[in-house]
């Protein structure tokens, strides 16, 4: 637990820093752009389908039944808009991990290994083909765990379970890979990955509760068309904002992970005769 507690605060401290946060801007704008066109074209035509097809086949008065007997009638004003806003979610996920991944990531690694493990070998273990195949079927899972949980998410207590431990799993498998790609062979990943899956995954899950926030306002646009683009781009930012944190978090907690398994590995035999 302390490796885990030590590496949040070091991510903390490089997150204030003023790179870190100017690293925010640029996959804000291109994902702000990306989803302001997507929406703009598309996601009417998606509302009206959907309220089609709950009007063909009687599904406002399931779910009217469902959500009185939850006691949340109020929300079937909005049902529709909430639906095509909770499916749209994990692609607005994936754009801003996409973008992190690609322009982000590379500058945290730099950041964390040169102010803190200057002296850590580069073995290039990973490759960005390996990266970009890594963040495609770790999202295509939980994309299809994301809309197989997604009618459990109406009991409250489950929704605050299911989903930061969904963003956990996919946080984990993605930023690990990136955090090691550099500095570890291709054999200390896979070692590494396997000894601290549960501190990895602890700590992405403690980044999907952070995740929430996003999460709450933009699903909050369904309450305003007035102010969605504002509630919208201000959930986009905060993605991007996470998924820094995070990068930082994982970097700092894999290099620290990193150093002490070369530390604590044997001395090849070659090696120790020559040090004689």
């Avoid at 291109?30 to 703009?40: E, K, M, P, R, T």
């Avoid at 992190?100 to 990531?105: E, I, P």
């Avoid at 765990?145 to 605050?160: D, K, R, Y």
């Amino acid at each position: 637990m302390h490796p885990v507690l030590l590496s949040f605060g070091r991510a903390l401290l490089s997150q204030l820093h003023f790179r870190m946060l100017l690293l925010s801007i640029l996959p804000f704008i291109i994902s702000v752009l990306i989803w302001g066109v997507a929406l703009w074209l598309g996601l009417q035509p998606m509302i009206d389908w959907l309220h089609a097809y709950f009007s063909a086949h009687g599904g406002f008065a399931v779910a009217g039944d469902v959500l009185d007997w939850f006691g949340m009638g109020a929300i079937k004003t909005i049902l529709v808009p909430l639906l095509a806003m909770w499916v749209l979610l994990p692609l607005m996920i994936l754009t801003a991990l996409i973008f992190v991944g690609a322009m982000a990531m590379p500058i945290v690694v730099r950041h964390v290994a040169s102010r803190h493990y200057p002296d850590l070998e580069m073995r290039r273990g990973g490759s960005f083909w390996g990266s970009l195949w890594t963040g495609l079927w770790s999202f295509m899972v939980f994309a299809v765990l994301w809309l197989a949980t997604l009618p459990l998410t109406l009991f409250l207590p489950l929704t605050f379970v299911i989903q930061p431990v969904l963003w956990g799993w996919l946080t984990y498998h993605v930023m690990a890979y990136d955090a090691l790609a550099d500095h570890a062979s291709e054999q200390e990943r896979k070692e590494i990955l396997r000894a601290n899956r549960w501190s990895l995954l602890l700590i992405g899950t403690i980044a999907g509760v952070m995740g929430a926030a996003p999460t709450l306002l933009w699903l909050g646009g369904a309450l305003s068309v007035i102010f969605f683009p504002l509630l919208a781009a201000g959930a986009i930012w905060l993605y991007v904002l996470v998924f820094i944190f995070t990068g930082l978090w994982f970097e700092h907690y894999c290099l620290e992970a990193l150093a002490r398994h070369r530390a604590a590995a044997p001395v090849p035999v070659t090696a120790a005769n020559n040090l004689r």
